[in-house]
T-cell receptor, first 112, second 113 residues
Framework: DQQVKQNSPSLSVQEGRISILNCDYTNSMFDYFLWYKKYPAEGPTFLISISSIKDKNEDGRFTVFLNKSAKHLSLHIVPSQPGDSAVYFCATGSYNTDKLIFGTGTRLQVFP | EAEVAQSPRYKITEKSQAVAFWCDPISGHATLYWYRQILGQGPELLVQFQDESVVDDSQLPKDRFSAERLKGVDSTLKIQPAELGDSAMYLC???????????FGPGTRLLVL
């Protein structure tokens, strides 16, 4: 039973355009949501997070949107750069457990 | 910039052998996590420590896996005996405290033959 789903295994975007990565979850009790970026042969790197009481959080080129009624999370990267090419994982967490539940990842490729 | 250290980076072993992975969290981080990531999937939590105490090991296959953090700093994850299905990336993460952002190490890629 997958609680966090990333239905698109890959995404290809031209440099300068917007990248939109999506994530769906099933448990409405999650307290916060995060996005991690992972390069090959490296561990995941924290990118951005959002509390369940908010619907948007922005950090530079990265914006995360939370739609609680749809149980949907998205990450917008604009403008996309070749260095953004990586695997992106969404993750959810609860304050009472600390346990992060990760999606299966989306491989983003930004081409010139 | 402080980082989580892990060793070895790569490990090849034969099934039924014992393997051990080491993790040194960011200095001052009280919470330490071990995750396993199978190819094509996201990381899954195996065990969580708060200082030297286990907080959650519900997903740790205790018949063959063990983890310790004796002095509440670095940690070791052991598999004995290793099985073919244990081939995966083993990631260590740490956070300043429970509920804080988790920072990951580079991982140990295990291949069991």
């Amino acid at each position: 039973d997958q609680q966090v789903k990333q239905n698109s295994p890959s995404l290809s975007v031209q440099e300068g355009r917007i990248s939109i990565l999506n994530c769906d979850y099933t448990n409405s009790m999650f307290d916060y949501f995060l996005w991690y970026k992972k390069y090959p042969a490296e561990g995941p790197t924290f990118l951005i997070s959002i509390s369940s009481i908010k619907d948007k959080n922005e950090d530079g080129r990265f914006t995360v949107f939370l739609n609680k009624s749809a149980k949907h999370l998205s990450l917008h990267i604009v403008p996309s750069q070749p260095g953004d090419s990586a695997v992106y994982f969404c993750a959810t967490g609860s304050y009472n457990t600390d346990k992060l539940i990760f999606g299966t990842g989306t491989r983003l490729q930004v081409f010139p | 910039e402080a980082e989580v250290a892990q060793s070895p980076r790569y490990k090849i072993t034969e099934k039924s052998q014992a393997v051990a992975f080491w993790c040194d969290p960011i200095s001052g981080h009280a919470t330490l996590y071990w995750y396993r990531q199978i190819l094509g999937q996201g990381p899954e939590l195996l065990v969580q420590f708060q200082d030297e105490s286990v907080v959650d090991d519900s997903q740790l296959p205790k018949d063959r896996f063990s983890a310790e953090r004796l002095k509440g700093v670095d940690s070791t994850l052991k598999i004995q005996p290793a099985e073919l299905g244990d081939s995966a990336m083993y990631l260590c993460a740490s956070s300043l405290n429970r509920g804080e952002t988790q920072y990951f190490g580079p991982g140990t890629r295990l291949l069991v033959l």
